[in-house]
């Protein structure tokens, strides 16, 4: 699923979907890009920032056209303990490469990788940052 901002619309007909992975995308050349992922994660179960949320912010290539502060962007991915993806999707071989992470990140948080969990390897993930 796609979607804007959360809460996601309620269909009352079907079952709420079944979320393995949930990723936010910050762009750095929109001033208010960072509100609405902020106003989102009031929706998001805290369970989730266990291992099943990340953070994609683009437009990196540009920081000279950033209209979000940095500190702000870092802080987020502190406050929940969440890995961040940093990229340029103006760029092919980036935006392909970031495609690969996250559906690797998303197999891992869906459980087809044995041996991993979606919390082990967030936690490296954070590490690594």
């Not at 940093?86 to 935006?95: T, Y």
Request: glycine content about 4%.
């Amino acid at each position: 699923h796609l979607a804007t901002s959360l809460p996601l619309p309620s269909d009352s007909d079907r079952l709420p979907p079944k979320i393995d992975l949930i990723v936010f995308m910050i762009d750095i050349k929109n001033k208010y890009s960072l509100k609405k992922v902020e106003d989102s994660l009031a929706y998001v179960d805290p369970s989730y920032f266990l291992g099943k949320v990340c953070f994609l912010v683009t437009g990196v290539g540009r920081v000279n056209c950033c209209s979000i502060e940095m500190n702000a962007v870092w802080r987020l991915g502190e406050v929940y303990c969440s890995p961040m993806l940093f990229c340029e999707l103006e760029l092919e071989a980036v935006r392909v490469s970031t495609a690969q992470r996250l559906v690797r990140m998303l197999q891992i948080c869906a459980g087809h990788i044995p041996g991993v969990s979606a919390l082990s390897f967030s936690s490296l993930m954070w590490n690594s940052a």
